[in-house]
Nanobody, 126 residues
Framework: QVHLVESGGGSVQAGGSLRLSCAAS????????MGWFRQAPGKEREGVAT?????????SYLDSVKGRFTVSRDNAKNTLYLQMNSTKPEDSAMYYC??????????????????WGQGTQVAVSS
């Protein structure tokens, strides 16, 4: 079982930055595909970014966040990050961290993840 705890959410003005963190409690963290998802009120959850377990840490992003958000992982600290720059009001949502064991190369925001955190709220004001 993987226990995930997000932190770093808050309020920011449009154009500002936030860094989300997700601490994972598992001895095999480096084997997990990790992802960030978000859900705004009245909208479906969407995959924001994922990072794979290969040595390159292959990443995938939602088109609307490419060039603004960066996902990274620190396997020594069992921690996942999401650096959010040039934020927009439409980035406002509850952000969730997720983990799953996939074969290398299958890590993607479109996959179904089985382990989820409780979420951290992000509010971007215009």
């Amino acid at each position: 079982q993987v226990h995930l705890v997000e932190s770093g959410g808050g309020s920011v003005q449009a154009g500002g930055s936030l860094r989300l963190s997700c601490a994972a409690s598992t001895f095999t963290y480096r084997r997990y595909c990790m992802g960030w998802f978000r859900q705004a009120p009245g909208k479906e959850r969407e995959g924001v970014a994922t990072i794979d377990v290969d040595s390159d840490g292959s990443t995938s992003y939602l088109d609307s966040v490419k060039g603004r958000f960066t996902v990274s992982r620190d396997n020594a600290k069992n921690t996942l990050y999401l650096q959010m720059n040039s934020t927009k009001p439409e980035d406002s949502a509850m952000y969730y961290c997720a983990a799953e064991l996939f074969p290398v190369g299958y890590c993607s925001p479109t996959r179904i993840f089985g382990h989820w955190g409780q979420g951290t709220q992000v509010a971007v004001s215009s």
